[in-house]
């Protein structure tokens, strides 16, 4: 082995130790991304021998986060080729971890390979493993179960395949890549086909008309069969094989500009050019910060460009990132993690992962040949590029620690009760997994701690399915753990269901500081009114629930009704009562939601009523503003 490739070794036994540690330590209960929780659901059937998780009755109550109810099990939102390789690890290892650290050190390793079938020099190769194994974008992916870092490796070994066919004029390589390609595509079509694209138009372009048919038998050998596969899984997730999961829940979840939402009852998000523009810029931004050396190696890169120190095919690659760019223009997903959600300042901008293969690759190039020509200046260089990292990489540590402290705290109060637990979570939008990943189950739902979704009526037949389990509800302040600056309040109570020929709740509501007004709103059987209630003070009100209706009682003023009911009430009308507050800052600016509570009620046959309704708080952690509605049986 030369010295360039042993130092890789380093780099890659480093990188991989790096992930076990972080994920171990940084992510016990994942980050706040909650497409992890997904993957790990999707592991964990798969390594149980399924394809899809099951449902069981009263599937909404229990389901994962974005996945939609088909046939008697649930549909993920992404296909299985990222979730197979963390299953596999899951079957072989018990855990996740280890797959982790050996994709983190496949991810340098092959890195290392890609530069030398691009550069022509291990020593450059050698370098760009080295400033990809030192970003902190990819130091915190590593352990993470997502798909950007599985599907860099692939990129890479597509352009490894491709070049080595080309070099050796052997098949294999270039089947290799096909496959690697498939299994790309399968995971991020739309990426791949930016990214690659241009890689492989200047390998079909580049020979005779016979060459040409070789090449793209060879590839197509290798693509077949993950594209067969993915046909396949598409006709059982989708019923139509050229269908993806992606957007069965939610249609509006897609490419190109206009309205769009992440799911059913998602308010419309209207997405145009200058909210594009805005995110990728954003995203730009970032990457300027969580690449190693970040603006520094741009530079470099773009020096390596200008000096013509780069080939045929690192310009394809090149071309392939300036494409993935622009294409990120008209994917909404990328400005809701950037504006919306604002999950890139704390992992980072995973959409643009990508772009670090020619970036380390460019900027190896760059730096060497600095380095050569001026070595105090390439050694400087180099010194500022690990200050800016480490830099960033301390203080994305310090903040996911934030986040993972509020969910240990949240873990640790709902496992503290004893016994079998089962905990109705009040969660809006109505999955679980979200909007921490310590509300979620296994495949099988067989753990001392079952979840399910509070979803008003549903809670009877959640609650009789599982007599032997003690009941409670869970509730999160409003955007809980979305940043450092949002609240991390939570409160655990118990549940009972009341039964009566009536039933008296009371009502307990805290208006935020600083409100200039508010008012609470009460939705039942279809009629929804708005009580003003004192901003200055806690107010407390009492509903009677009857099989007459719901009447509030002791708020003072006279409620003004927003909505009559449009449809008869029946015996299959919800009749579970919907309460949420609002309240208009002092500082100016309009109407803002804060709070809302569900209370489930069930009309017996109009002889009376049951509800299930708290009956005593058993615990409470995080700090900020708590759930400002309180319900009690009164």
């Known amino acids: 082995m030369s010295v360039p490739g042993r130092t890789v070794v380093v780099a890659a036994l480093l990188s991989a130790v790096a992930a076990i540690v972080i994920n171990r330590y940084l992510f016990p209960y994942l980050s706040i991304n909650n497409d992890e929780a997904l993957y790990r659901l999707q592991a964990q059937t798969l390594a149980g021998g399924h394809l899809f998780p099951p449902a069981p009755r009263s599937a909404a109550s229990y389901a994962p986060w974005l996945a939609a109810v088909v046939d008697g099990h649930y549909v993920l939102k992404y296909t299985p080729v990222v979730a197979g390789l963390y299953a596999l690890s899951l079957v072989l290892t018990g855990g996740t971890a280890v797959g982790l650290g050996l994709l983190a050190a496949a991810a340098v390793g092959v890195t290392y ?10 020593r450059v190769a050698a370098v760009a493993a080295w400033l990809l194994a030192l970003s902190p974008l990819i130091i915190l992916h590593s352990a993470l179960l997502l798909s950007y870092l599985p599907v860099l490796v692939l990129y890479e070994c597509v352009l490894v395949g491709l070049l080595r066919g080309l070099r050796t004029r052997r098949g294999a390589p270039l089947a290799a890549a096909g496959l690697a390609m498939g299994l790309a595509a399968a ?30 038998r ?15 899984y598409n006709s059982m997730a989708t019923g139509n094989p050229f269908r993806l999961p992606f957007a069965l829940l939610e249609p509006d979840d897609k490419l190109g500009f ?16 200058a909210e594009g523009l805005t995110s990728i810029g954003d995203h730009l931004w970032f990457l300027g910060l969580w690449a190693f050396g970040g603006v520094f190696l741009a530079a470099l890169s773009v020096a390596a460009v200008i000096r013509r120190r780069l080939s045929a095919a690192a310009l394809a690659l090149g071309a392939g990132a300036v494409l993935l760019i622009l294409g990120y223009i008209v994917f909404w997903g990328a400005w809701n993690a950037a504006e919306l959600w604002g999950g890139i300042r704390y992992i980072g901008p995973f959409y643009l992962m990508p772009i670090l293969i020619p970036l380390v690759l460019f900027g190896a190039r760059g730096l060497v040949d600095l380095t050569v020509a001026r070595p105090r200046i390439g050694g400087l260089t180099a010194a500022a590029c690990f200050g800016l990292s480490v830099v960033v990489i301390v203080f994305a540590v310090g903040d996911n620690m934030s986040f993972t402290r509020r969910d240990r705290n949240l873990a640790n109060m709902v496992a503290v009760q004893p016994g079998r637990v089962l905990v109705m979570v009040s969660a809006d939008p109505a999955f679980l997994m979200h909007p921490t990943s310590v509300v979620a189950n296994p495949p099988g739902m067989d753990t001392r701690i079952l979840y ?14 599982h007599p032997d389990r003690s009941a409670y509800l869970l509730r999160l302040a409003e955007g809980y753990n979305r940043t450092l600056a949002s609240s991390s309040a939570a409160r655990l109570e118990r549940l009972r269901v009341v039964d009566g020929p009536s039933v008296g709740v009371v009502v307990r509501a805290s208006v935020p500081p600083g409100a200039r007004s508010a008012r609470l709103e009460m939705t039942a059987d279809g009629r929804r009114v708005s009580y003003p209630v004192d901003p200055s003070h806690s107010v407390t009100g009492k509903i009677t629930v009857s099989p007459d209706g719901v009447t509030m009682a002791g708020l003072g003023s006279a409620p003004t009704v927003i909505a009559a009911p449009t449809a008869q009430v029946s015996a299959a009308t919800d009749h579970s009562v919907i309460l949420a507050l609002f309240y208009t800052p002092s500082a100016g600016g309009g109407e803002r939601f804060f709070d809302r509570q569900d209370l489930p009620v069930r009309v017996d046959g109009g002889a ?27």
């Open 452 to 465: 399910a979704v509070s979803r008003g009526r549903a809670d009877f037949t959640v609650l009789a399915d």
């Open 258 to 273: 206009g309205d769009r939402r992440l799911f059913p009852g998602d308010p419309p998000h209207r997405f145009g050019l």
């Open 218 to 232: 060879w590839l197509g050998a290798g693509l077949a069969v993950p594209i067969a596969a993915l046909l396949g």
């Open 608 to 634: 009376g009523v049951s509800v299930v309704a708290p009956d005593g708080q058993v615990g409470a952690v995080g700090s900020g503003l708590a759930p400002a509605i309180r319900l009690s049986v009164g």
């Open 113 to 122: 390979h890609a530069g030398i079938e691009l550069l022509d020099d291990r």
């Open 187 to 216: 995971v991020r079509p739309y990426d791949t086909v930016l990214m690659l694209g241009p890689c492989v138009l200047w390998a079909v372009s580049r020979g005779a008309r016979g060459r040409r048919r070789w090449l793209l």
